[in-house]
């Protein structure tokens, strides 16, 4: 498994004042995914000028707000079978899930932190 990616994300029902405050540290938004396959959401995607990223990830259905690893690796059933191996579990409410451009899974360490492990699917 090859990381292609590392950057933190920040899950929020309130995406717009988050995405506020990374303007003001100079981020700006690269992209937008918007999906309401099994969970609604839309993924921001920012990137300040030295090279640093943090997606904005709103998702109206969270009642709190939640920061997260976000992972993009090359081989997304080897990772998630790394950390599964490592004593991961999926998050509640977030069930691995497939989007016309990854496959994604939020992750929770034994100690509670989360990660997002994701691998872009290419189209051909």
Same mark, same amino acid.
């Given at each position: 498994?090859?990381?292609?990616?590392?950057?933190?994300?920040? &899950? *929020?029902?309130?995406?717009?004042?988050?995405?506020?405050?990374?303007?003001? &540290? %100079?981020?700006?938004?690269?992209?937008?995914?918007?999906?309401? +396959? $099994? !969970?609604?959401?839309? =993924? @921001? /995607?920012?990137?300040?000028?030295?090279?640093? @990223?943090? $997606?904005? +990830?709103? !998702?109206? =259905?969270?009642?709190?707000?939640?920061?997260?690893?976000?992972?993009?690796?090359?081989?997304?059933?080897?990772? #998630?079978?790394?950390?599964?191996?490592? %004593?991961? /579990?999926?998050? /509640? %409410?977030?069930?691995?899930?497939? *989007?016309?451009?990854?496959?994604?899974? #939020?992750?929770?360490?034994?100690? %509670?932190?989360?990660?997002? +492990?994701?691998? @872009?699917? /290419?189209?051909?």
């Amino acid at each position: 498994m090859k990381i292609t990616t590392f950057n933190p994300s920040v &899950l *929020t029902n309130d995406a717009e004042s988050t995405i506020e405050l990374f303007k003001s &540290l %100079g981020f700006e938004q690269t992209h937008n995914k918007a999906e309401n +396959v $099994d !969970v609604e959401f839309s =993924a @921001h /995607r920012m990137k300040n000028e030295g090279g640093f @990223h943090v $997606d904005v +990830v709103e !998702v109206p =259905a969270l009642q709190q707000t939640y920061t997260a690893i976000r992972i993009n690796v090359d081989n997304y059933e080897e990772a #998630y079978d790394f950390f599964m191996s490592k %004593g991961f /579990r999926e998050a /509640r %409410g977030f069930a691995p899930s497939t *989007t016309a451009s990854s496959k994604y899974a #939020y992750l929770v360490s034994p100690s %509670g932190f989360i990660i997002d +492990v994701c691998q @872009h699917v /290419r189209k051909n």
